[in-house]
């Protein structure tokens, strides 16, 4: 007879198997930086249920806004992910490839976002694909010890002081495109040069500089490529494109531009703007302003007397100026910092900028002291009005506020002004007991 503790016994045994086989396998735990990748190639994909994982031949491990990538050693990451993955970080103590064609959000409100150790090669063997990863942070969104490489993707990185920091060359080719932005400082930093070859972009854009190289060139090269850098300050000590000790170099129908976002002038048709004069940030990459042809959008902008002038008939705001040198022999001073070889072109540009084109009203007003019917002279001003502007004639009516008074009314209607030589006069009339 079996007892009746070995009966319950193997229920319990039986109860504990089931219930063993009936749980579910574990779910991948998040990716902290306690986890070191150690080197080992990581693959992130998108799982059936829309969440992203990254996998090694260690381990699975789940990707979300909290997920931190970390690794003591030189590693490769392929983005296969076929939906957008946001992590909050990854650091690198050596080089950090990535491949793959999907998209990858790094995202932080630490100091950095992306922190490269010695080379960041983003999408350099593009055949492995060409994803795009953007990152962010509160100080430096991609900072990198060695070498940017690309040969394709897009990477785009912003923070408060520099969006990209590199301690030595970027070298972007063909399609690849580098973006830094900066809120408070420069959008592309780095110590040596700052290249695009063959078709590549590299846009710098920030509130001190675009982009700065501190011992080196900033050169593009081959036709399509393009360096631009975005200043949101005209009178800051650096300039847009800053080249600390060389220069700017555009070879073979290749872009270097320099952009300037509201600078604080405006174009006149009497007094000529002449902005190597007037801004030392415009004065170090282009010497002489007579060596680039002028151009505006909308059309109205042209140089003479040494500096910019517009046309009366066509006043305009937020318009974009552009100063553009293709000839490099144009420019026969030896300090003349952008060089320019074989169809490379230098252009200067700046947006939301506006006309200032003024013209005279002269008003006079006659009044009638006596009722009756001799008016005479009161007051004779002059009023100066953009040209383009509504005149509303009523604005310039005298107050009689102070005395019995009846206002009878002026020559003319509201109307627009123009500066044809033609002169423009307004004639008041009022009755009142002076």
Known sequence: MVSLKKVFCGALVALGIGLFI??????????????????????????????????????????????????????????????????????????????????????????????????????KLTKYGKGKVTASASKIGLKVKNEIQMEGGSVEASGAEYGIYCDNDIKPYYDAVLKGVSSNGTGIYAYRDIYAWKGATVIGEGQVAGARSIIAHIQAEDAGSSITGISHDI???????????????????????????????????????????NYVTVARNMKNMANYDWSSTPESVYLANGGLLGDVTKPFKDGTVIGT????????????????????????????????????????????????????????????????????????????????????????????????GTPLEINYKYLAEL
């Open 22 to 123: 009936s749980q579910p396998a574990d779910a991948a735990s998040v990716l902290t930086e306690g986890t070191d990748l150690k080197g080992y190639a990581a693959t992130i994909t998108t799982k059936n249920d829309g969440t992203n994982v990254l996998t090694t031949k260690k381990g699975e491990y789940l990707l979300n806004e909290t997920a931190k990538i970390y690794s003591s050693s030189s590693i490769v990451i392929t983005l296969n992910n076929t939906k957008p993955v946001t992590i909050n970080s990854i650091n690198t103590k050596c080089t950090l490839e990535l491949r793959g064609n999907g998209e990858m959000q790094v995202q932080t409100q630490d100091d950095v976002a992306i922190n490269v150790g010695t080379y960041f090669k983003a999408f």
């Open 235 to 277: 009178n800051s000590p650096l300039s847009a494109l800053h080249a600390d000790k060389q220069m700017l170099r555009a070879y073979h129908g290749a872009v270097v531009r320099e952009e300037y976002v509201k600078p604080d002038f405006k174009i006149s048709d009497e007094e000529p703007l002449n902005l190597t004069q």
């Open 325 to 420: 040198r293709t000839n490099s022999s144009a420019c026969v001073d030896k300090n003349e910092v952008t060089q320019l070889k074989k169809n490379g072109r230098h252009e200067v540009v700046f947006t939301g900028t506006s006309s200032h084109y003024i013209v005279p009203v002269l008003t006079r007003h006659y009044v009638d002291s006596q009722l009756e019917g001799n008016y005479e002279l009161y007051k004779e001003e002059i009023h100066y009005v953009e040209v383009g502007s509504l005149v509303k004639v009523d604005d310039f009516q005298l107050d009689f506020s102070w005395t019995e008074s009846t206002y009878e009314g002026a020559d003319k209607t509201d109307f627009i002004a123009v500066k044809d």
